[in-house]
């Protein structure tokens, strides 16, 4: 067997290109308090302007959810958003609040961590400096409160978003934006004992599978195949961020015995 050849490195971003929570002596210095207590205290604010309520009812109710949040994400590979996460917490105090201060509240939470900034890894930068132009590189992160979209906001700040390519978040962050196209990628060979790898993409809207019916072969060496679509099969209209969202992808086999051996499959996204 012949030595791998390494054709591109993905990142997780917290406590490997951010310091995780290196934030917070910042925000002591600068009399705020810690990230956990503000978003419990933005709540009983927001509610508090329409009906009385106990920071010790907001306190029980937020720290619930969070572990219900957790629960579902390591038991499940779950990521609610901060959106769902808030709508869980207004659900349990049977609450409302209106929609504008909603989204305000939402933002609140998704952009406190470029409000002060986490720290970088140390040398990181110098690293990921080095390694642009040896290798195609992208970011594969979870997105706890902060989405994809302050993500690279931070990634910017620090002049190193240049460097990626590729980015796959839990939770994006986009909400208007219009989606010119998605591509599905997989990396595949030949599989031993096949007749052949050729095989077609698929994607699956509303538990319905969709063909692209263009047939893809992979050859006897790893190599990545992509299929473009620039508009949902299920709708023939343009995609959605929500339809995106909810979005899942793999491949299906042109004839028996046959559909080649696919190590990966990722959905590459483009956007305006």
């Known amino acids: 067997m012949g030595r791998a050849v390494i054709r591109a490195i993905t990142f997780d971003l917290w406590d490997t290109v951010f310091i995780d929570d290196s934030d917070?002596?910042?925000?002591?210095?600068?009399?705020?308090?810690?990230?956990?207590?503000?978003?419990?205290?933005?709540?009983?604010?927001?509610?508090?302007?329409?009906e009385p309520i106990s920071s010790e009812h907001v306190e029980l109710a937020y720290n619930t959810v969070d572990a219900a949040f957790h629960h579902v994400w390591y038991s499940q590979n779950i990521t609610w958003t901060v959106r769902e996460r808030l709508s869980v917490l207004l659900k349990a105090?049977?609450?409302?609040?209106?929609?504008?201060?909603?989204?305000?509240?939402?933002?609140?939470?998704?952009?406190?961590?470029?409000?002060?900034?986490?720290?970088?890894?140390?040398?990181?930068?110098?690293?990921?400096?080095?390694?642009?132009?040896?290798?195609?590189?992208?970011?594969?992160?979870?997105?706890?409160?902060?989405?994809?979209?302050?993500?690279?906001q931070l990634l910017a700040h620090y002049d190193i978003l240049k460097y990626f390519e590729t980015f796959v978040f839990s939770d994006t962050g986009l909400s208007q934006e219009k989606i010119k196209s998605i591509t599905i990628f997989y990396y595949a060979r030949l599989y031993l004992g096949t007749v052949n790898s050729c095989f077609e993409a698929m994607i699956?809207?509303?538990?319905?599978d969709y063909y692209s019916g263009v047939q893809m072969c992979a050859d006897t060496e790893w190599d990545y195949l992509s299929f473009k679509y620039t508009e949902n099969p299920a709708t023939g209209l343009p995609w959605t961020v929500e339809e995106v969202d909810n979005l899942e992808a793999g491949m299906n086999s042109i004839e028996p015995n046959a559909g080649g051996s696919v190590a990966q499959v990722y959905v590459e996204v483009e956007y305006e």
């Open 204 to 208: 699956r809207q509303g538990q319905v």
């Open 24 to 50: 917070e002596p910042k925000r002591a210095a600068q009399g705020l308090l810690p990230k956990p207590a503000e978003r419990r205290n933005l709540v009983h604010q927001f509610l508090g302007r329409h």
């Open 93 to 152: 105090l049977k609450r409302d609040l209106p929609e504008n201060e909603f989204d305000e509240l939402v933002l609140l939470h998704e952009e406190m961590e470029l409000e002060v900034r986490p720290d970088l890894a140390v040398d990181v930068a110098e690293a990921i400096q080095n390694l642009h132009g040896k290798y195609k590189m992208g970011v594969v992160s979870d997105a706890i409160f902060s989405p994809g979209r302050a993500l690279r």
